[in-house]
């Protein structure tokens, strides 16, 4: 229903840097946490980060700690995640969520195709 709207995906070298959006009504910004997943070619969704809705706390899967930093911009309803030093298996169609407590059972972007070459 478009609640959700990625941007921000491309291709980029081994080694560079991507910001990717998402866009939110107001109202799922203000209630939900909200999360990064990402789906690589023949593979399973997997967890990239996620931040909580009170508090901001932050949570990322192993293989981007460090790399990756998922942030909140209130004034926009807008949740960002910098991507740094992006490597080959970053490549992925990247997807935000938005959240009570069960991703599977959240509002779900289109997604956004990112692509690193070697």
């Known amino acids: 229903q478009g609640q959700l709207v990625e941007s921000g995906g491309g291709l980029v070298q081994a080694g560079g840097s991507l910001r990717l959006s998402c866009a939110a009504s107001?109202?799922?910004?203000?209630?939900?946490?909200m999360g990064w997943f990402r789906q690589a070619q023949g593979k399973e969704r997997e967890f990239v980060a996620a931040l909580t809705r009170i508090g901001g706390n932050t949570n990322y899967a192993d293989s981007v700690k460090g790399r990756f930093t998922i942030s909140r911009d209130n004034a926009k309803n807008t949740v960002y995640l910098q991507m740094n030093n992006l490597k080959p298996e970053d490549t992925a169609v990247y997807y935000c969520?938005?959240?009570?407590?069960?991703?599977?059972?959240?509002?779900w972007g289109q997604g956004t195709q990112v692509t690193v070459s070697s």
């Open positions: 969520v938005a959240y009570y407590s069960d991703p599977n059972s959240g509002y």
């Open positions: 107001g109202r799922i910004f203000s209630s939900y946490a």
